[in-house]
């Protein structure tokens, strides 16, 4: 039997025209390396007993690369196919949605006193814990829960009433 090398060489362009009789215009190159290794295994597992060389290898190559195709499918199935514009439209609408959201907070933070408005800006915006803050206002660790728990209290009865 012959060298895979110039079975390889031989069998190339029969590899093209499956390709091409499959309609693969996509991944062109990668298909090529699949039908390589349809070609090889073909090589391995032949047996002379069987039939000519050619139309086994030819069974086993298009073999490969219908199974390819088929788990190429269902991967595009799986995932979900999102447009460049539908991205924009995407992200558009989440910062818009968050600037509002942030513009009602700031107007509902507007009517605190001074302190708890510092306290909701540093806690909520900055992510400062309220041990950090407590020392920063000079107030006990206690007193500066009880604001954040009347803070929430009020944005909570707020929003309730007004949206």
């Known amino acids: 039997m012959k060298t895979f090398e110039e079975i390889e060489k031989e069998m190339r362009p029969m590899i093209f025209s499956i390709i ?3 309609n693969i215009y996509k991944n062109y190159d990668e298909y090529v390396q699949i039908g390589l290794i349809g070609l090889w295994k073909a090589y391995i597992t032949y047996d ?3 039939g000519a ?3 086994y290898a030819y069974h086993y190559i298009r073999g490969t690369i219908l199974t390819e195709l088929r788990k190429e499918k269902k991967k ?3 995932e979900l196919q999102v447009k460049e514009e539908d991205w924009k439209i995407i992200g558009g609408s989440v910062h818009d949605e968050l600037f509002i959201h942030q513009f009602i907070f700031e107007e509902l933070l507007a ?5 708890k408005q510092q306290l909701a800006r540093l806690y909520f915006y900055e992510g400062i814990e309220l041990k950090e803050i407590a020392k920063r206002f000079q107030i006990g660790y206690s007193t500066a829960k009880l604001w954040k728990r009347e803070v929430i209290h009020y944005l909570r009865k707020e929003w309730e009433n007004e949206y």
């Open 20 to 22: 091409r009789g499959l």
């Open 76 to 78: 595009e199935e799986r």
């Open 111 to 115: 009517k605190l006193p001074e302190k």
């Open 53 to 55: 060389f050619p139309t």
């Open 48 to 50: 002379p007993k069987i």
